[in-house]
């Protein structure tokens, strides 16, 4: 057989070492040590959409901190000379001339047949708008009195990007204020709904027996409800006579407390299917209490898993909170939250005079549909071993 | 399957009892009723004949009771104050005090036209959702794939009552509708003819089309994702592979498969279209329950804001078991003895 060989074989004089000679190795090398949550990271920055969203909600979820900054005015500033006020625009040519952005001040003429303020922008003295200025002042974080803004209105102008509502407050300032608002909601909301969660599915797939039955059959009933309807009976029951904070929490645990048998439901299923994995039984041959277990095993292993379909229920908390504030069962003023801010846009006659004041709409589309995206790109990521 | 009936049907009886106890309990929640807060107004106004017929009230529909003989009375398991069974169980819905009148007459009209628009909710989602999701997967990473993704991510995000505002103030512009109610104005109060038919039928495309949104979004995304698992099975490839054109072959074996999830999802969906029927009937004025239920909470008027939400938890829970024996019925492998 040996003699058949017609040409020689060729061998290295180089030691063989496998971890540096193979080059193919290397990568999976870094592919099989990988902890799991790199690997979920890495499946995630895949999916282009999710991240651009995820960028989107940090975005969004940085301003919270810093609302009294950003915004322009004060959240109940009010415009006496400028009841809604169109929107202003920002421009940054006059006369075909660079000037930096500015804004074109206007004035207003009361319609003496339509009972309407009419506008007239005034074309020929652009006003400069200030950056890195001292506005109005303001208590930051109801602490610290401060003047500094990121952008202020000209010297004696005025600057309304999104227009003014009916006391001629600044729509985009309280856009920004009711951020602060209504993304808090969506967490704090989904706080509740998690812990809730978390508790009757791991007690129910933890005893099994009839615990597990009657909860089941809870979450089967709580299912079967409409949601808005028992929302509205919720919040028709808080005293009418709570803070404006109080109903804030109020208002927060009861979006929770409906939305919580998704997310027990997984947990429940989750526990079941890997109690029965290899390394659980491992982990009780060698005597770990079933709290360790737990809390070591098995949470880590599905806490993507939940973590993913927490992110797709914070709209629907965010949207219900909307939906109730813009019922006028909600959140009150001066609480400001979007939908408080869409509340006195449901007429139809700001439909059709002045339409700026839907302006609240995008957020809360842009927001909830990044937390879908975001959430669909984490569903996707979260089994990381699972092709 | 009369055994699988028959269970059903005692499950969803239970689950009404304890839905019924909720309900009860939420109404409850805030201190006082309605007639208590009256009382206390009548007597600041020094109106003392008014309040002492509502103290009549308050005893004539046993106020007065612990709150648990209030719940069975209501139900109609408990002798009520007048020493007889009237409750839901005996076809007795109880007294509205807002209105002065009985819960059934302040409903009326009410309960057949909320049935009306989420039925015609219901056929919308599916007929406009079936052949979107179909040609969305035929046509995968076309076009109008991504227009259809595009839409039904918006339809999931936007608030439904915003859209029924901006749709309302459309159609009245370009169509000539008139905006709010679910008929034109002088149809009000008139008997039934086949104009006031026609003009329900007008009003009925907005409503519809708004509520239904989400849910027809929701439902072309799992739709689509369903068929595309099914066309890549090799059953569908040999059935095309034998020569069955593209269009029979699909109908034929993955749409039956993918319509199952499709149907158990009815489930789902119905709790879901119930709560966008009550908001934007709230916000469009239709003549629903939704209305009636707001202003019943919030003036506290027990029996009527009891009544509709039992009548809207009836609604999913009879639709879902309406669901559960369409899919028992479809589908083959299900087993209808036990676990």
Known sequence: MREQLATPHFVDAQPFDPGVSDPGRHEDERFYRASSLALIWWKFRRNRLAVVSAFVLLFFYAMVPFVEVIAPYGQSERNGDFLYAPPQPVHLFHDGEFVGPFVYPY?????????????????????????????????????????????????????????????????LSRIIYGARISLVIGLVGIGVSFALGLFFGGVAGYLGGWVDSAIQRLIEILRSLPELPLWLALSAALPANWSPVAVFFGITIILGLLDWPGLARAVR??????????????????????????????????MSHLIASATLSIPSMILGETALSFLGLGLRPPVTSWGVLLNEAQNLAAVSLQPWLLWPIVPVVLVVLAFNFVGDGLRDAADPYHE | MIRYLARRLATMLVTLLIISALIFIIIKLPPGDFLTNQIAELRAQGDASAAARAEFLVAQYGLDRPAWEQYLAWVGVWPGPGGDHAGLLQGNWGWSFEYDRPVREVVGDALWLTLLLNLTTVIFVHVVAIPIAIYSARRQYSIGDYVVTLFGYLGLATPSFLLA????????????????????????????????????????????????????????????????????????VTARAKGLPPGKALLKYPFRMALNPFISDIGNLLPQLVSGSVLVSLVMSLPTVGPILLAALKAQDQYLAGFILMFVAVLTVVGMLISDILLAWLDPRIRLGGR
């Open chain 1, 107 to 171: 004035s207003f003429t009361f319609n003496k047949e339509t009972f309407t303020r009419d506008y007239v922008v005034d074309r020929t003295a652009p006003q400069r708008l200030r950056f890195f200025c001292q506005g109005s002042p303001y208590r930051f974080w109801g602490l610290v009195e401060m003047r500094f803004r990121l952008v202020c209105p000209p010297e004696g102008g005025t600057f309304f990007l999104m227009g003014t509502d009916r006391l001629g407050r600044d729509l």
């Open chain 1, 269 to 302: 299923s989750k526990l079941l299917a890997l109690r029965e994995e290899d390394f659980v039984k491992a982990a009780e041959l060698m005597g770990a209490s079933r709290t360790r277990i737990i809390a070591r095993h098995l949470i880590p292993n599905f």
């Open chain 2, 165 to 236: 505002l901006i749709l309302l103030y459309y159609m009245n512009r370009w169509f000539g509708i008139s905006i709010g109610g679910l008929y034109d104005p002088q149809f009000a109060g008139a008997p039934w003819t086949a104009e006031k038919v026609r003009s329900l039928a007008e009003h009925l495309i907005v409503p519809t089309i708004v509520i239904g949104l989400g849910g027809t979004a929701a439902m072309i995304r799992r739709m689509r994702a369903n068929l595309l698992d099914e066309l890549g099975k090799q059953y569908y």
